[in-house]
T-cell receptor, first 114, second 113 residues
Framework: GAGVSQSPRYKVAKRGQDVALRCDPI?????LFWYQQALGQGPEFLTYFQNEAQLDKSGLPSDRFFAERPEGSVSTLKIQRTQQEDSAVYLCASSRGYGTGELFFGEGSRLTVL | AQSVTQLGSHVSVSEGALVLLRCNYS??????LFWYVQYPNQGLQLLLKYTSAATLVKGINGFEAEFKKSETSFHLTKPSAHMSDAAEYFCAVSTSGNTPLVFGKGTRLSVIA
């Protein structure tokens, strides 16, 4: 596609539910990043993929967070047993390579946990 | 580890006035520096980036930023604000190769007619 596509755009979950957020990066982009953006804050790094390999997951806040990119294209961020503090916008970005900083962001998935 | 500090969470300027958004960074190695803009309900978009070439970097929509190593700053400027510039602006830093972008908390720019 022309840009990074994320779905769903909005998700409301009850505390304790599992959620899955999808990211479809720009075709041919090797690198894929997930960021979490809390209200009034800047994006915080969660994890990074190069093709299908998850090279850095140091930003994942707990073992309830899990990300995958099995075929090196679409990625899914899964949050198990959601908590209220997980409420945030989850941003996906892709780039041609790593270290260039020229990330192309999707519009984000806004998660609200009640 | 690198970090970014954006001074002022909200800046308000009159249409036609100078825009100045401040960013200071901390990095143990020569940094790569970026400004991103986020319009309401849209994804972040790259405005400009510094990668150790010219210290004055020109970006899209008339914005520019100057890298000042002695001040560890990378402030964003635009000579004349337009209503369409109203958005959230994020400064970000990375080191070459193997570290992800680290973003500041952002500055919301309002433009008054």
């Amino acid at each position: 596609g022309a840009g990074v596509s994320q779905s769903p755009r909005y998700k409301v979950a009850k505390r304790g539910q599992d959620v899955a957020l999808r990211c479809d990066p720009i075709s041919g982009h090797v690198s894929l990043f997930w960021y979490q953006q809390a209200l009034g804050q800047g994006p915080e790094f969660l994890t990074y993929f190069q093709n299908e390999a998850q090279l850095d997951k140091s930003g994942l806040p707990s073992d309830r967070f899990f990300a995958e990119r099995p075929e090196g294209s679409v990625s899914t961020l899964k949050i198990q047993r959601t908590q209220q503090e997980d409420s945030a916008v989850y941003l996906c970005a892709s780039s041609r390579g790593y270290g260039t900083g020229e990330l192309f962001f999707g519009e984000g998935s806004r998660l609200t946990v009640l | 580890a690198q970090s970014v500090t954006q001074l002022g969470s909200h800046v308000s300027v009159s249409e036609g006035a100078l825009v100045l958004l401040r960013c200071n960074y901390s990095s143990s190695v020569p940094p790569y520096l970026f400004w991103y803009v986020q319009y309401p309900n849209q994804g972040l978009q790259l405005l400009l980036k510094y990668t150790s070439a010219a210290t004055l970097v020109k970006g899209i929509n008339g914005f520019e930023a100057e890298f000042k190593k002695s001040e560890t700053s990378f402030h964003l400027t635009k000579p004349s604000a337009h209503m369409s510039d109203a958005a959230e602006y994020f400064c970000a830093v990375s080191t070459s190769g193997n570290t992800p972008l680290v973003f500041g908390k952002g500055t919301r720019l309002s433009v008054i007619a």
